[in-house]
Nanobody, 123 residues
Framework: QVQFVESGGGLVQPGGSLRLSCAAS????????MGWYRQAPGKQRELVAA????????YYADSVKGRFTISRDNAKNTVNLQMNSLKPEDTAVYYC????????????????WGQGTQVTVSS
């Protein structure tokens, strides 16, 4: 079955960087747009970045534009999120999943989620 395994989170000071990785299995990875989503305590899960199957079109939420970079490796079935200039408001559990479109509020194709990876930005 389809599975997403996220890794790379941790505790970082404001202004620091982290690189998240997601390994996907059980699907024809290259035909799906992929997204990174996050959920902060008491808030709804939101899409922060997405990338088309071929990797030629990206989307970033305004809150992360210019600081985060999404990339994918279709040969390895992985999608990454490079996060720079991190802020306390970036603190959340980050998840990867497919994305129906590469744009704001895109929903995932699959309704189930991996365990996510915790990102905490604090001094």
């Amino acid at each position: 079955q389809v599975q997403f395994v996220e890794s790379g989170g941790g505790l970082v000071q404001p202004g620091g960087s982290l690189r998240l990785s997601c390994a996907a299995s059980g699907l024809i990875f290259s035909i799906y747009s992929m997204g990174w989503y996050r959920q902060a305590p008491g808030k709804q899960r939101e899409l922060v970045a997405a990338i088309t199957g071929g990797g030629n079109t990206n989307y970033y939420a305004d809150s992360v534009k210019g600081r985060f970079t999404i990339s994918r490796d279709n040969a390895k079935n992985t999608v990454n999120l490079q996060m720079n200039s991190l802020k306390p408001e970036d603190t959340a559990v980050y998840y990867c999943n497919t994305a129906k479109t590469v744009g704001a509020n895109a929903a995932p194709v699959f309704s189930f989620w991996g365990q996510g990876t915790q990102v905490t930005v604090s001094s």
